[in-house]
């Protein structure tokens, strides 16, 4: 009983976390009655925007408010970006969530809106059910033939193996493709796996239970599954969810699915994508498939300009459209491409569309407690002094600079060996690094020694 064993070389995966900005958040905070816990899931504050966030949330998930805006409008560090990442992690993986910054719009190399084309349509997804043809059974014998080398000197192999059930028992004849997925698979003699008919996937379902006398001691990962019964062919129901933009790309595409991991897609034509809106809407209609209306999020909306205004405001309408969230800390300001003014830079017809959640500044005692949240994310050990000056100083500068501050001084703390960060650590990376008011005075005291300089002596004085 020989064990197909791994190709030599390959290599294991390793994971790598990072720490980011936002990734502390693990959702909105919310109860089951939708009411916002003061901290709860790395969320902090903002109660009236959570629980509208909470209202939004709940009509995604019933599938009732696709093609809807929302706008979360706040100054700059209100947690506008926080509210929509706990609404993704909210939302769970089968709901698609896509992200976009405005300014990436003019940066790509094809249009505007071809961008925001495939970003509206990976924020929708498709769960098809599907009925295939899975051959399930107890691995009774794997037999390998290494045959002679072809035409380019590349070894082939077959083979054959031989499956069975309570009822019976078969023989398949096995190709070099199907050899492979079972050397990838670690199959050996005594597993039961479930092979499916049009692709050649393998699964191996684990151990038999008719396997347990021959071992005296097994591994605390093995797994035992009981031998299938009834004929080794079976039909099964699988579902797969898959978004709008990758059935584009798989359809537009010679080399099929594979053009998913090839990067930039590019623009895509206008056919392909009736073609495919065609195909889903048979599916529907049969019932083969369920649409999933997601959430498409662009921050930055200001950067917009009156183009994109337009075509949001004709792709809303369509009939498979997502949830809209923009995002913008903007006033009252220009509309871009255009010299009229308008609130947040967006258009008045567009803002009519808009359902409006705003964010407000946080308190001492939120701020805190954010700093602390973030202490313990990113594992750092801070004094009680130590946490009163970096309180202090968020609340004279931002939020985001005190945060900043938290890694900074753990490695100033590092550098003198000392366990937990005290005051004088956060006070020497606080004149290490200056925060945007001290930089404007340091700019506007020294102006006439820089180049390009274009603040008059009234201006400064003012300043």
């Given amino acids: 009983m020989a064990e197909i064993k791994k190709p030599l070389g390959s290599n294991e995966r390793t994971k790598i976390e990072r720490i980011g900005v936002h990734s502390h958040i693990r959702g909105l905070g919310l109860d089951s009655s939708l009411d916002a816990h003061s901290a709860s899931d790395g969320m902090v504050g903002q109660l009236p925007a959570r629980r509208a966030a909470g209202l939004i949330l709940q009509l995604v998930r019933e599938g009732r408010i696709s093609g809807r805006a929302v706008l979360l409008a706040g100054q700059p560090g209100t947690g506008k970006t926080a509210i929509a990442m706990g609404l993704a992690k909210s939302l769970g993986l089968e709901t698609p969530f896509a992200t976009l910054s405005a300014s ?175 195909k889903v809407t048979e599916w529907l209609v049969g019932g083969k498939a369920e649409l999933i209306p997601g959430v498409l999020f662009i921050d930055e909306a200001h950067m917009l300009d009156i183009e994109c205004f337009s075509f949001l405001n004709r792709a809303l309408e369509n009939e498979m459209a997502p949830i809209l969230v923009i995002a913008t800390n903007h006033g009252i300001t220009n509309i871009r491409g255009t010299n009229d003014r308008s609130p947040h830079g967006i258009p008045a017809d567009f803002l009519d569309r808009l359902l409006i959640i705003c964010t407000q500044p946080y308190t001492e005692d939120e701020i805190s407690k954010i700093l602390d949240i973030r202490c313990e994310e990113e594992d750092v050990k801070m004094s009680i002094s130590a946490k009163g000056l970096l309180m202090k100083i968020s609340v004279e500068t931002s939020l985001r600079y005190a945060m900043h501050l938290i890694i900074l001084a753990a490695l100033a703390c590092q550098k003198r060996k000392g366990a937990l960060v005290e005051h004088g650590d956060v006070s020497r990376v606080y004149h290490l690094f200056i925060d945007v008011k001290r930089s404007t005075q340091y700019l506007t005291e020294y102006q006439n020694e820089y180049m390009l300089n274009e603040i008059n002596e009234t201006e400064a004085m003012q300043s």
């Fill in 104 to 278: 990436e719009l003019y940066s790509l190399e094809f249009s505007k809106t071809e961008a925001l084309t495939q970003a509206f349509r990976k924020a929708i997804g498709v769960r098809i059910t599907e009925e295939v043809e899975i051959i399930e059974g107890q691995v009774v014998k794997i037999t390998i033939n290494r045959l002679a080398s072809g035409e380019r000197g590349v070894a082939w192999m077959t083979g054959k193996l031989t499956l069975k059930t309570t009822d019976m028992e078969a023989v398949f004849e096995l190709g070099g493709k199907m050899i492979e997925a079972l050397m990838k698979e670690k199959v050996q003699n005594g597993d039961v796996v479930a092979l499916e008919k049009a692709s050649g996937k393998v699964t191996n379902l684990g151990r038999s239970t008719w396997t347990t006398m021959n071992y005296d001691a097994v591994g605390s990962r093995t797994k035992f599954v009981r031998c299938p019964e009834g004929e080794l062919l079976k039909r099964k129901e699988v579902v797969q969810c898959v978004t709008l933009h990758e059935i584009d790309v798989i359809n537009s595409r010679t080399q099929g699915f594979l053009a998913l991991f090839t990067g930039d897609t590019g623009e895509l034509c206008s056919e392909v994508r009736e073609q495919v809106n065609s």
